[in-house]
């Protein structure tokens, strides 16, 4: 069965310094991975996707994510976070005939500090 | 472009209570989804249409949860009667459907609703 782990509730960073979000997922095909991104009262952005091919794949925002086959991880990393940047991000793994059942992981809370 | 619009924005009700929430995809989506996000939690799929058939609804509680996209288009989702551990945010989302654009998934604002 698909799932996906983000082992970090919460990260706090300064503004300016690097970032980097962890996730970790588990299913038995190749997997589509999604970062998608939540500030409050909105709704969910996606900010980056990986189907196949470059293992390090760009985003919107300045983010990128780079899939690792061998650790099953797909870690979002951002080289300078701003204090927009604070908000809920979530991992996914698309799965199902279309691969469009998104799981979740629980997701990290950013906070940034000026 | 108008993206998907969800109402009402808040809810507060009493359990047993009944309650429904409408999206609108944005216009020409084909797929549209409802997931239930509770707090601290992910969202998790509820039911997934592709024009107004149902795709998926392997998640759905269906003894108290409904939902229906009649004309293809809006769609509304029911919970009757309510429990408390149906508080949560109810987001809609829609995508293209077709193979160029099936994985980007555009969510709404989502409903909170509050059982009490």
């Known amino acids: 069965a698909q799932s996906v782990t983000q082992p970090d509730i919460h990260i706090t960073v300064s503004e300016g310094a690097s970032l980097e979000l962890r996730c970790n997922y588990s299913?038995?095909?190749?997997?589509?991975l999604f970062w998608y991104v939540q500030s409050p009262g909105q709704g969910l952005q996606l900010l980056l996707k990986?189907?196949?091919?470059?293992?390090l794949v760009q985003g919107i925002k300045g983010f990128e994510a780079e899939f690792k086959r061998s650790q099953s991880s797909f870690n979002l990393r951002k080289p300078s976070v701003h204090w927009s940047d604070a908000a809920e991000y979530f991992c996914?793994?698309?799965?199902?005939?279309?691969?469009?059942?998104?799981?979740f992981g629980t997701g990290t809370r950013l906070t940034v500090i000026p | 472009e108008a993206g998907v619009a969800q109402s009402p924005r808040y809810k507060i009700i009493e359990k047993r209570q009944s309650v429904a929430f409408w999206c609108n995809p944005i216009?020409?989506?084909?797929?549209l989804y409802w997931y239930q996000q509770i707090l601290g939690q992910g969202p998790k799929l509820l039911i997934q249409?592709?024009?107004?058939?149902?795709?998926?609804d392997s998640q759905l509680p269906k003894d108290r949860f409904s939902a229906e996209r009649l004309k293809g288009v809006d769609s509304t989702l029911k919970i009757q009667p309510a429990k408390l551990e149906d508080s949560a945010v109810y987001l809609c989302?829609?995508?293209?459907?077709?193979?160029?654009?099936?994985?980007?998934?555009?969510f709404g604002p989502g409903t909170r609703l509050t059982v009490t």
């Open positions: 989302a829609s995508s293209g459907g077709g193979r160029s654009s099936w994985y980007e998934q555009y």
């Open positions: 249409f592709q024009n107004n058939g149902v795709v998926d």
């Open positions: 299913y038995g095909a190749t997997p589509y």
């Open positions: 216009s020409g989506h084909a797929t």
């Open positions: 990986y189907f196949s091919g470059d293992t």
């Open positions: 996914a793994v698309g799965a199902g005939a279309g691969a469009n059942n998104l799981f």
